[in-house]
């Protein structure tokens, strides 16, 4: 059911977007202002991570996932009204709620790991997480025939991906309320003999920050999810560009683009066995020298494009070892009463570093070139991976 869940939410986050930064480029007159539609859902998916996690606590898992998708819903519903008005500040505002599509499909990912056998909880993961590929590469595909039958139906230009997408997240939210039964956390919960947190006591930062002073691991768990993440978004975002600069067709960077978000999610599974089979900070360590690997390929890559293919596909690889093994291992560090809290942070903390991570990324290819990406970007996961692999080997010793 969750699996289910994220593909049609990916669905709607994915074909609610291919068209956001487009409608607020006409809308305003303005390229730059567009730019703003990637960070409003970005922005979006953390502001709402906490809210979910506050739900999921105090009401379980449904709880949770039903307040992510309706605001998406709504933030769907806003962004049709502002498309037909013309409004792009309005529709901003549809695409910060739209946010929680994202939010909903991040917090998914733990739900998978309430009721699994501790030595499968990054396999259970990462079939979640692998789930979001196919909304991810149908998503975009559909955004034409749905802005063709919106136009059919009455709706202005361009506002039909966005009605569209309002039905995937109502579909998902059928599927949560509807079909998401028992719910995982509350059965956990009960099976672990630890009563649900009320709603006084559900101060979820407060707890999170409590539970992470005593658990170094869900620490270093936390700081591997942030760095993975804000490396791929990092690079991600600014690969587009420099294909466009050297000369690349839509058809290129569209190819690339694809081949990396295949390298996000396609082999999760495999590194969901791995990380169960030979340990989470092994896979994160990996995953660390896989976005080394990709930063290096990338900076020093020139005009070929298919050595910054290469390089986006191992930026996808080592992106999906950061997040699955590191949400594995949070997950697993802490009591059951206390992880929608620190799991709640977590994302929090993840899209934060994204959104920081792709302004501080535009404005260094913008002053010193994508190299210089490449080379922060490599420095900054290579102290990260030798930070951890000097615990793990004190801590095995």
Same mark, same amino acid.
């Given at each position: 059911?969750?699996?289910?869940?994220?593909?049609?939410?990916?669905?709607?986050?994915?074909?609610?977007?291919?068209?956001?930064?487009? /409608?607020?480029?006409?809308?305003?007159?303005?390229?730059?202002?567009?730019?703003?539609?990637?960070?409003?859902?970005?922005?979006?998916?953390?502001?709402?991570?906490?809210?979910?996690?506050?739900?999921?606590?105090?009401?379980?898992?449904?709880?949770?996932?039903?307040?992510?998708?309706?605001?998406?819903?709504?933030?769907?519903?806003? %962004?049709?009204?502002? +498309? %037909?008005?013309?409004?792009?500040?309005?529709?901003?505002?549809?695409?910060? #709620?739209?946010?929680?599509? %994202?939010?909903?499909?991040?917090?998914?990912?733990? %739900?998978?790991?309430?009721?699994?056998?501790?030595?499968?909880?990054?396999?259970?993961?990462?079939?979640?997480?692998?789930?979001?590929?196919?909304?991810?590469?149908?998503?975009?595909?559909?955004?034409?025939p749905a802005d063709q039958i919106?136009?059919?139906?009455?709706?202005?230009?361009?506002?039909?991906?966005?009605?569209?997408?309002?039905?995937?997240?109502?579909?998902? *939210?059928?599927?949560?309320?509807?079909?998401?039964?028992?719910?995982?956390?509350?059965?956990?919960?009960?099976?672990?003999?630890?009563?649900?947190?009320?709603p006084g006591r559900n101060r979820?930062?407060?707890?999170?920050?409590?539970?992470?002073?005593?658990?170094? $691991?869900?620490?270093?768990?936390?700081?591997?999810?942030?760095?993975?993440?804000?490396?791929?978004?990092?690079?991600?975002? $600014?690969?587009?560009?420099? #294909?466009?600069?050297?000369?690349?067709?839509?058809?290129?960077?569209?190819?690339? +683009?694809?081949?990396?978000?295949?390298? $996000?999610?396609?082999?999760?599974? /495999? /590194?969901?066995?791995?990380?169960?089979?030979?340990?989470?900070?092994?896979?994160? /360590?990996?995953?660390?020298?896989?976005?080394?690997?990709?930063?290096?390929?990338?900076?020093?890559?020139?005009?070929?494009?298919?050595?910054?293919?290469?390089?986006?596909?191992?930026?996808?690889?080592?992106?999906?070892?950061? #997040?699955?093994?590191?949400?594995?291992?949070?997950?697993?560090?802490?009591?059951?009463?206390?992880?929608?809290?620190?799991?709640?942070?977590?994302?929090?903390?993840?899209?934060?570093?994204?959104?920081?991570?792709?302004?501080?990324?535009?404005?260094?290819?913008?002053?010193?070139?994508?190299? $210089?990406?490449?080379?922060?970007?490599?420095?900054?996961?290579?102290?990260?991976?030798?930070? *951890?692999?000097?615990?793990?080997?004190?801590?095995?010793?």
């Open positions: 059911m969750l699996s289910a869940a994220q593909i049609v939410g990916g669905v709607g986050v994915a074909v609610g977007l291919a068209l956001s930064s487009v /409608v607020v480029d006409e809308l305003s007159g303005s390229t730059v202002i567009s730019g703003f539609a990637g960070t409003a859902t970005v922005l979006g998916a953390a502001l709402l991570a906490l809210p979910t996690a506050r739900a999921s606590g105090s009401g379980g898992r449904r709880a949770g996932l039903s307040l992510a998708y309706v605001a998406a819903l709504a933030g769907c519903a806003i %962004s049709v009204l502002a +498309i %037909s008005l013309g409004t792009w500040p309005l529709l901003l505002v549809g695409l910060v #709620l739209v946010g929680g599509g %994202s939010a909903g499909s991040l917090a998914a990912r733990y %739900s998978a790991t309430d009721l699994a056998p501790k030595d499968r909880a990054a396999r259970h993961l990462s079939l979640v997480v692998w789930a979001s590929t196919i909304g991810s590469v149908a998503g975009p595909n559909l955004a034409k919106g136009m059919r139906l009455g709706l202005v230009e361009k506002a039909g991906p966005f009605a569209f997408a309002a039905l995937a997240f109502a579909l998902a *939210l059928v599927v949560i309320i509807g079909f998401l039964r028992p719910d995982p956390l509350t059965l956990a919960r009960d099976l672990d003999g630890t009563p649900s947190t009320g979820t930062i407060r707890t999170a920050w409590q539970t992470l002073r005593t658990t170094p $691991m869900a620490r270093r768990a936390l700081v591997m999810i942030a760095v993975s993440h804000t490396a791929m978004v990092s690079v991600m975002s $600014m690969t587009p560009v420099k #294909l466009h600069h050297d000369g690349s067709n839509l058809d290129v960077i569209g190819l690339v +683009i694809s081949l990396h978000i295949a390298g $996000m999610y396609v082999m999760s599974p /495999v /590194v969901g066995w791995l990380a169960d089979k030979a340990g989470k900070v092994p896979v994160l /360590v990996l995953g660390m020298g896989l976005l080394l690997s990709a930063a290096t390929l990338a900076g020093t890559a020139g005009h070929r494009v298919w050595q910054v293919t290469a390089a986006l596909v191992l930026l996808g690889l080592g992106w999906s070892c950061g #997040l699955v093994a590191g949400s594995a291992l949070v997950t697993e560090s802490v009591p059951i009463d206390r992880r929608p809290a620190v799991q709640g942070l977590s994302d929090l903390l993840m899209n934060v570093c994204g959104a920081t991570g792709t302004i501080v990324a535009g404005a260094i290819v913008g002053w010193f070139g994508y190299g $210089m990406l490449g080379l922060v970007v490599g420095v900054m996961v290579a102290l990260a991976g030798l930070w *951890l692999t000097a615990i793990w080997r004190r801590t095995r010793l």
